[in-house]
């Protein structure tokens, strides 16, 4: 799949071991989630950004252990 098409569910694998998937698109935006490989790299990547506080959307779902089988 091409990056200028996003689906839902596209997973991607950066070249420091980053996992985004595309969790949905709308509107011409993308909704994506990352993981990664450690906390590290995530404050790497963060390191620039402004820091905006809790999301009330997300934080009002319920954990994983809600989502496992």
Partial sequence: MEPDDPQ???HYQH???????VFAVEEGRVLAV??????????AAVADADYLGTHD???DLP???????
């Fill in 8 to 10: 839902q569910a596209d």
């Fill in 15 to 21: 070249g420091d071991g980053t996992d985004e998937i």
């Fill in 34 to 43: 990352r993981e990664y490989p450690s906390v590290e790299a995530f404050a």
């Fill in 57 to 59: 959307g997300i934080a």
């Fill in 63 to 69: 954990g994983v252990e809600a989502f496992e089988e």
